[in-house]
């Protein structure tokens, strides 16, 4: 430490530097020049996005350091500078900057009402950045050292991948060299020389990151984009993952070979990076590095293990380009890959299953629930129908108007209706408001109209039937004019389902369940499974009849329950098929 003077860091100090040694609060300012009870501020290193940078003395370790210092207010400014603290504080590997415990800090002020200033004290890394570098090689950097930087930074992304972070923002400027700067690089020196990442105010933790005594939630995510390195998801703001860095790695490794920032070597039409033809790069080294920067994450390297493994056969061969690898070592290598994909296959196998598992075990709760209250409600709209029409008088009101008015609104239609009509409308009243009432198939709860369109259903249905009876099979003969008479059991569902408020692709819906409930109904008839009175809407409902009531409740509770157990077949099977063929 050779400075004989301190350097105050409060952004709107006048006349910052050459304070005295030994002084606790700046002339200018008023300041605090001994920040923590520990670190003296010596000079500015300069600014940098939100923050500026000070090489301090450390009294405690009697060694220099960095400080960063956030200038700018904003909150997400002091989001992202609080995350680098947290991503700092708790990674020990000698490829990131060492933070202590202590390291991050609020400064304050001799005068409270101008806030505080955080800070954060990091390891000083003496060395150039890789963009340093490149600038004195514009040409393009040898392709054994960007060989030997790209396996140190894999190292380092196995150590923040494993802590389930990722760094997204890789670039030459955010990679440094663990050496003097002004000494000229040769081949040996590279390979001896420790990569360092820094810059983790742009990196993301899955999931919370423990900010010590100041705050334990999960942070809110921050999209951050780097031109020419960063990779289509993290641009569009999607998930990021691994494979988010390896595209950023990739082509920082692409821009160091060719000495051209990417952005300048992106197809316009394609989008895919043309670079093949600007440098002199071993076949398998740049496979590779395409492989990492594909457009689709799921077609890069999925760890930095898988990488690692290609850059060690790649070595190999550089050293020996002329000895055949043996077929013992060619055995291991292919062994390797496979195991690693093996790996990849069985962790999306089993996620898969997961996933699978539980959509299964949602839609088998889910459709039961729906079936049960879909039962419940069409037995009690059965009943108290049943009771009205047997023991109020209106049922013979409601024959009486059907046969004066029908005639008159459907002068050409053969329909005979009566009593019944009460029945059919209750018992769809109360299928209807049963199934939206289980809130299942992620329906929006509209009672009124799901209530109206199981009157609607119900007695459309049962109108059908008797119109088909009516107007005889059509020429139909066998399984044909037996699926026909089951089309009204299909039509009554369909208008249940247009009701319940499904909030995608209603129309498609309603028409699967159309054509499931009618196959079902037809699979009843044709195998004998229930008695055929319970195979028809009731008819000629007036008098008392304890047969024919065990018949409507028999019906009305089957074709509620199909019409659920079918809703939830479509719901969890047949549109999800669906979609994925329409892809």
Not at 349 to 359: F, Q
Not at 507 to 521: I, K, R, Y
Request: charged share 15%; proline share 6%.
């Amino acid at each position: 430490m050779n400075s004989p003077t301190i350097h105050c860091i409060n952004p709107q100090c006048s006349h910052p530097s050459h304070q005295p040694w030994g002084n606790k609060f700046c002339q200018s300012c008023g300041a605090p020049l001994q920040l923590n009870q520990r670190y003296i501020p010596l000079h500015s290193l300069g600014s940098g996005g939100f923050s500026r940078l000070y090489t301090v003395w450390d009294l405690k370790t009697q060694t220099e350091k960095v400080l960063k210092v956030l200038v700018e207010p904003s909150p997400k400014a002091l989001e992202l500078f609080e995350q680098e603290a947290a991503v700092l504080s708790q990674l020990r590997h000698r490829g990131v900057p060492r933070v202590e415990a202590e390291g991050y800090f609020y400064l304050k002020k001799r005068n409270a009402t101008d806030g505080h200033l955080p800070c954060l004290v990091m390891e000083k890394i003496h060395g150039p950045t890789l963009q340093e570098i490149l600038n004195q090689y514009p040409q393009g950097c040898p392709e054994d050292w960007v060989i030997s930087w790209l396996s140190q930074a894999l190292d380092i992304l196995r150590e923040l991948h494993g802590y389930q972070i990722i760094h997204r923002d890789i670039k030459p400027s955010n990679l440094m060299l663990r050496m003097t700067p002004h000494l000229p690089l040769n081949t040996t020196q590279v390979w001896d020389t420790q990569l360092v990442m820094i810059d983790f105010g742009g990196a993301k933790q899955i999931g919370s990151i423990a900010h010590g005594d100041r705050e334990s939630t999960p942070r809110s995510t921050t999209r951050l984009v780097s031109a020419g390195y960063s990779p289509p998801e993290q641009v569009i703001g999607s998930m990021v993952a691994p494979a988010t860095d390896f595209y950023a790695l990739g082509r920082t490794c692409i821009h160091l070979l060719t000495g051209q920032f990417p952005g300048e070597l992106d197809d316009r039409l394609t989008m895919e990076l043309r670079w093949r033809d600007k440098a002199q790069v071993s076949p398998g080294f740049a496979h590779l590095l395409d492989r990492m920067v594909q457009l689709d994450p799921r077609q890069r390297p999925q760890t930095a293990t898988e990488i690692q493994t290609d850059i060690f056969r790649i070595i190999r061969q550089k050293k020996h380009p002329r000895r055949m690898i043996s077929s013992h070592q060619r055995l291991l290598d292919n062994l390797k890959k496979t195991l690693i994909q093996w790996d990849r296959g069985l962790i999306q196998l089993v996620l898969g299953l997961g996933k699978l598992t539980v959509h299964c075990v949602r839609g088998v709760v889910e459709t039961s629930w729906e079936m049960t209250l879909g039962v419940i409600g069409s037995i009690i709209g059965t009943v108290i129908g049943s009771m009205l029409v047997y023991f109020s008088g209106l049922g013979e009101i409601i024959t009486l108007f059907l046969a004066q008015e029908l005639p008159r609104l459907l002068p050409n239609v053969p329909l005979t209706l009566g009593a019944e009509v009460l029945v059919w409308g209750l018992a769809g009243l109360g299928t209807g408001i049963g199934l939206t009432d289980a809130g299942g198939f992620n329906q929006r709860r509209r009672y009124a109209l799901a209530g109206i369109m199981g009157i609607l259903g119900y007695s459309v249905g049962g109108a059908s039937e008797q119109l088909i009876h009516q107007f005889g099979n059509l020429g139909l003969q066998g399984r044909e004019l037996d699926l026909l008479n089951q089309l009204p059991f299909g039509i009554a569902a369909a208008l249940v389902t247009l009701g319940l408020g499904l909030r995608s692709e209603q129309l498609v819906q309603g028409l699967f369940v159309l054509l499931t409930v009618t196959t079902l109904f037809f699979g009843f008839t044709q195998f004998d499974l229930l008695p055929p009175e319970m195979l028809k809407f009731p008819t000629g409902i007036q008098q008392p009849n304890l047969a024919q009531f065990w018949q409507s409740l028999g019906f009305m509770a089957l074709l509620s329950g199909t019409t659920a157990f079918c809703l939830g077949m479509t719901h969890y099977l047949i549109l999800p098929v669906f979609r994925w063929f329409s892809r």
